[in-house]
RNA sequence: UGGGGAAUGGUGUAAUGGUAGCACGAGUGACUCUGGAUCACUUAGUCUAGGUUCGAAUCCUAGUUCCCCAGCCA
């Protein structure tokens, strides 16, 4: 599958050029390694499309590789959404479904031979003092008085952590590197750290654990990946990620890093993220206002449009902030040509036509994709009772407000030209229905003598319409950069209060009986909107709005307001 | 103030010594049985200062700004 557009990124270029060189025996394997520990987003849809878009691009592999190391922040729930999300952006690792934790017995003798070799050792201090000796940015660190055991003692002590004698941050076993580095990542890492926890996949064998930049590399080595794509804050692990592979005398892949993706309006970190989820702001990981792959499925994104997305925004070693409004550039891109055509109404407003017959029903002729001549036709109801949308009347219109008002005519889409004749109020004053004739020479939306009118507006049949309820969403946050916050807050206070509006009481074509769940349509004027999951079951008919049309009028409405 | 990265329109990205291009956004207009879509046009950029060169976004020097690193997280 083609990911990417146009011109190669720099990951590309340097994949392009090993393959030229036949550095790698013309083989390309790459991997996508989340950490169990959250949902995937948008940002990890980046990350997923280049290593899979890269693997298949240049005629090679990619593994999805779950990197299990942390069994206190890793779940089995983790691990199956990430499966589904990978799945559902359509990307296909064959059987190569794999764990690091299914390598932590050969991680373990590789530890051992780093023991034999002098170049690792167990360490009694505990992590505050770790801190301590490590130094700091500006300051070289000191070395650990457990630094020159012997080997006989190190390996006994570390098959007696092994065996569970210790507690949990008694003991650790570090690399023997520098602690004078520039590096702190070389300041003698830890390799090991006791930890009496079950492991998702391992239960309880193991009480001691691989840290990341030891695992991660033999985790490479062990797939035969050549090229191991990560993000920008593992630069400086790199020496590290190299240290570990050479001193071993491995199979060494090459290490990349990338920018990872920022987004406007919204938040990417996991644990920004986690909050938002736990704290309840909002309903879940697979919340529509999320930027979460199960939030933006749920929402109504596309796959395609999600690829789509992630191959327009390049790859590159700086970090920027995409504006969101290319990620809804994209979901309508493809929902334009992808999704059927329908009628509903948001804000209903009764129209009744009183020139109508009583009790006629006259199915009328719909086009379902007017970009898409094979989804063909269908019929919808006409009747003497309607509803339009409460916005597309005004007693007083303003300027360039073509829609309807009291004497005005204009046309119901697929149907008949009408004129308002009369507005009724209710008791406070609001607009509570309209009554209008139509002209029967019209049917079908055009008139014979040539007349035009400004307007199409959409409608449905009173007695026909399902009842439905539509969940319209805002950006999560009002700030282009949630964490632009004020003194003393944070993210959370820049929230949009606003980002969920729940609309009761719609009306929709009686075509979308028995919508499929996640099944997407235009709701035409209106915008693209999906069925929600919990539609069914619960009550009724829920739809949720993917993304708005672009909306000229609304547009003329604010500027004449803000004038 | 140690080390490692990086700077191109409002935003995202091309141009690897030879016309600064594309996309999103914004604006204007055309068309339209969705004020949708589509189409056309416009807008606006090489971090700064020097230098090399016939010619610099690209090479050199100095500076500025931003990001990452002091988890027994990944």
């Known amino acids: 599958m083609k990911v990417g557009s146009g011109k190669p990124d720099f990951v590309r270029a340097m994949v392009a050029e090993d393959m030229k060189t036949g ?102 201090l505990n992590a505050e003092e770790t801190r301590e ?42 690399a023997k590197i520098d602690m004078a580095s520039d590096n702190l990542n070389m300041r003698d890492p830890v390799m090991y750290r006791i930890l009496h926890a079950a492991h998702p996949r391992t239960g309880d064998k193991w009480c001691i654990y691989p840290m990341y930049d030891w695992a991660h590399g033999l985790e490479d080595s062990i797939e ?46 996991k644990r920004k993220l986690l909050q938002l989820v736990e704290e309840g702001y909002v309903k879940g990981w697979d919340d529509p206002r999320l930027p979460t792959i199960s939030g933006m499925r749920r929402r109504g994104y596309s796959p395609a449009s999600i690829r789509n997305f992630c191959g327009r925004i390049g790859v590159n070693k700086f970090n920027s902030t995409v504006d969101i409004a290319l990620l809804e550039h994209c979901v309508r891109e493809d929902l334009n040509k992808s999704s059927p055509r329908v009628m509903s109404v948001l804000r209903p407003l009764k129209v009744i036509i009183d020139n109508y017959p009583q009790g006629q029903v006259e199915e009328l002729k719909a086009i379902n994709n007017p970009e898409d001549a094979s989804a063909g036709m269908r019929k919808v109801p006409f009747f003497r009772e309607l509803y339009i949308e409460q916005g597309d009347f005004m007693e007083e219109p303003p300027k360039k407000f073509y829609r309807l008002a009291p004497g005005r005519e204009v046309r119901l889409r697929y149907a008949y030209y009408i004129t308002c004749t009369e507005a009724i109020k209710d008791a406070d004053g609001n607009i509570a229905e309209l009554h209008c004739t139509y002209d029967p020479a019209t049917r079908g939306g055009d008139s014979p003598d040539g007349r035009k009118v400004k307007a199409t507006l959409h409608w449905v049949s009173a007695a026909h319409a399902l009842p439905a309820e539509v969940w319209l969403y805002e950006h999560l946050f009002t700030k282009e950069n949630p964490d632009d916050a004020a003194e003393g807050e944070d993210f959370k206070s820049n929230l949009n209060r606003n980002s ?28 693209y909107f999906c069925v929600d999951p919990d539609s069914l079951e619960k009550r009724g008919l829920i739809f949720n709005r993917t993304a708005t049309l672009r909306d000229t009028w609304a547009k003329i409405q604010k500027q004449q307001q803000s004038r």
């Not at 098959?159 to 941050?169: A, H, L, Q, V």
């Not at 035969?224 to 630069?235: A, K, N, Q, R």
């Not at 009761?504 to 979308?512: I, N, R």
Request: hydrophobic content about 30%; charged content about 30%.
């Open 23 to 124: 550095k790698w025996g013309g083989r390309v394997h790459t991997r996508f390694p989340p950490e169990p520990n959250g949902y995937l987003h948008i940002g990890h849809a980046k990350s997923i499309c280049l290593n899979f878009g890269i693997a298949a691009e240049f005629g090679g592999k990619c593994n999805l590789r779950f990197d299990d190391t942390n069994p206190v922040k890793e779940e089995e729930e983790y691990i199956r959404s990430i499966i589904e999300d990978v799945k559902w952006l359509g990307f296909d690792w064959g059987d190569r479904l794999c764990f690091g934790s299914d390598y932590f017995e050969q991680m373990y003798e590789w530890a051992e031979q780093l023991v034999k070799a002098g170049k690792a050792y167990v360490c009694d």
């Open 224 to 269: 035969g990946v050549t090229h191991s794509i990560c993000t920008l804050e593992f630069e400086n692990h790199r020496p590290l990620y190299d240290w570990f592979l050479d001193e071993l005398g491995v199979y060494h892949p090459q290490q990349i890093e990338f920018a990872r993706l920022n987004l406007s309006y919204t938040v990417m970190s």
């Open 133 to 174: 000796y490590r130094g700091t940015l500006t300051r070289p660190g000191e070395e650990s008085p457990y630094r020159n055991r012997s080997v006989e003692e190190n390996l006994d002590l570390f098959r007696r952590m092994r065996g569970g004698e210790f507690s949990d941050g008694s003991r650790t076993l570090r």
């Open 500 to 527: 969920l509006e729940v609309l009761t009481g719609c009306k929709v074509e009686p075509s979308l009986e028995g919508a499929a769940p996640l099944s997407r349509y235009q709701f035409e004027r209106m915008g």
